[in-house]
């Protein structure tokens, strides 16, 4: 069975900085686009960065030049590195991937539990 694992969230002062991780694991024949999304309270659940299999990367015009999405293809990992953070940057962020399971297989998409992100002096 895949998981998505996330790990890296937690309290940082504004202008600081984390480094969000994303494993999957379980039966994975290929990843292909990640992603990671954000929910704050009483929002709704918002795209932040995507990468490609390729390396091909977007991110939402508001983390532009702050936030960089990567990807280790060889642990199955997407990283969301951080900087320059501000409290409006605060929320729960998720990881989200495309998945086949084998050559043939449709793909799917799976998501991490989230890791709760606050940022607050």
């Known amino acids: 069975q895949v998981r998505l694992v996330e790990s890296g969230g937690g309290l940082v002062q504004p202008g600081g900085s984390l480094r969000l991780s994303c494993a999957a694991s379980?039966?994975?024949?290929?990843?292909?686009?990640m992603r990671w999304y954000r929910q704050a309270p009483g929002k709704e659940r918002e795209l932040v960065a995507s990468i490609t299999s390729g390396g091909t990367t977007d991110y939402v015009d508001a983390v532009k030049g702050r936030f960089t999405i990567t990807r280790d293809g060889a642990k199955n990992t997407v990283y969301l590195q951080m900087n320059s953070l501000k409290p409006e940057d605060t929320a729960v962020y998720y990881c989200n991937a495309d998945i086949k399971f084998s050559n043939r297989s449709p793909e799917y998409k799976r998501w991490g539990q989230g890791t709760q992100v606050t940022v607050s002096s």
């Open positions: 379980g039966g994975i024949f290929s990843l292909n686009a």
